[in-house]
């Protein structure tokens, strides 16, 4: 709490500095914020390139867990819990990524925009383990199993659902369409094709209330609620938050942080004003509040510069090793202002959730 106060106290001064001489800063914002613990490399593409990470929990030594990263132009990163590069794989334009843990395996999809393909990976629980414990793995360069979309494939997220199984949501660029697909027996299948209404990017499944969570960008811009209990009728859903609420500019990356098997918060990227907005889990989804994350202070701890414009996200809540022993939080920063490099490349940066908790009082819900 004594450091968190310091760091409140220098930001506070930090404001003042910088309005002095006209330089608008972040940390001004009317909303509280958090710092990066870590970061990961730039990524080697320039531009618009890093896209959506996925958190794979390793259940038996948590502090070599690992983080998939997307280069949507090129590839797929794998990350250490520090941000360390342990592996990477010249995939083509993987857009975005998620992963479920079911028994001995990881299921890991990407949204393959050069093939228009839906990609899934099966990997024994047991190579993630011996990679993440020798700092090299890496997706194999051929899929499991790859399966045609009818979308310009864009978004991707998965699911575990207790009626269809293994489940996974592609959205379609410059258009409204969501696809549902489900994996069973060795095969891929294409379940459903439903309209969200406008271009959308991020979604979350949540497994236990059977909700999918998804972001609809340049029409509406909102963050919608299905409910799948009502399949295969998804006509009918709620509108959680929208440009007239709390969200700034396109609503993006949409996260799940579970703190049972009920109840958490449901994480949303505005990208717009570059901040993260906080939902209650459950219906009707009550807005919580909204925090940013700014330059971490370079007395306290090793420099980690702003997050700005983010696009994919993703959290767990698990106790991960002392740094993150109340969860992580990952975001990609569109505008990273790296120190050490010729040419700004975007990244991926790390959060303790812990700091979301004490700057939102999270406790108090």
């Known amino acids: 709490m004594i450091s968190y106060i310091l760091d409140s106290v220098l930001r506070f001064l930090l404001c003042i500095t910088m309005l002095t001489f006209f330089i608008p800063l972040a940390a001004c914002s009317d909303y509280p914020?958090?710092?990066s613990v870590y970061e990961t490399p730039e990524v080697d593409t320039k531009g618009d390139a890093a896209d959506d990470p996925a958190i794979w929990t390793n259940f038996d030594s948590p502090n070599n867990s690992l983080i998939f990263g997307t280069d949507k132009r090129a590839g797929v990163y794998v990350y250490d819990l520090k941000g360390s590069k342990v592996g990477y794989t010249a995939l083509g334009e993987i857009n975005n990524i998620d992963l479920r843990i079911i028994e001995s395996e990881t299921y890991i999809v990407g949204s393959n925009r050069t093939d228009q393909t839906i990609d899934l990976w099966i990997v024994r629980n047991e190579n993630l383990k011996d990679g993440a414990s020798d700092k090299n793995f890496s997706l194999n360069q051929s899929p499991s199993i790859s399966e045609s979309t009818d979308v310009n494939v864009y978004g991707i997220c998965a699911g575990f659902d207790k009626e269809f199984g293994l489940i996974f949501f592609a959205t379609e660029d410059e258009g409204p369409s969501v696809e549902m697909w489900n994996y069973r027996n060795g095969s891929m299948?294409?379940?459903?094709?439903?309209?969200n209404g406008g271009e959308s990017e991020g979604c979350?499944?949540?497994?236990?209330?059977r909700t999918l969570f998804i972001s609809e960008e340049e029409t509406n811009g909102v963050l919608k609620a299905y409910d799948l209990t009502a399949y295969p009728d998804l006509s009918n859903y709620k509108v959680v938050d929208s440009r007239e609420g709390n969200i700034g500019g396109d609503p993006e990356g949409v996260a799940l942080y579970k703190t049972s098997s009920v109840a958490g918060y449901i994480i949303l990227s505005s990208q717009?004003?570059?901040k993260f907005n906080?939902?209650?889990?459950?219906?009707?989804?009550?807005?919580?509040?909204?925090f940013m994350v700014t330059d971490s202070d370079r007395l306290f701890r090793e420099y980690v510069d702003s997050v700005s414009e983010t696009d994919g996200i993703d959290a767990v809540n698990f106790s991960f090793n002392s740094t993150f022993d109340s969860g992580l939080l990952v975001v990609q920063d569109d505008k990273n202002d790296c120190d050490n490099?010729?040419?700004?490349?975007?990244?991926?940066?790390?959060?303790d959730f812990k700091d979301?908790?004490?700057v939102l009082n999270l406790t108090t819900f």
């Open 33 to 35: 914020s958090v710092t």
């Open 189 to 195: 299948q294409r379940l459903l094709t439903f309209d």
């Open 204 to 209: 979350v499944y949540d497994d236990e209330h």
């Open 272 to 274: 717009g004003d570059s």
């Open 278 to 290: 906080l939902y209650r889990r459950q219906a009707p989804y009550q807005y919580i509040g909204s």
């Open 341 to 351: 490099c010729d040419e700004k490349r975007q990244n991926f940066k790390y959060i």
């Open 356 to 358: 979301v908790e004490q």
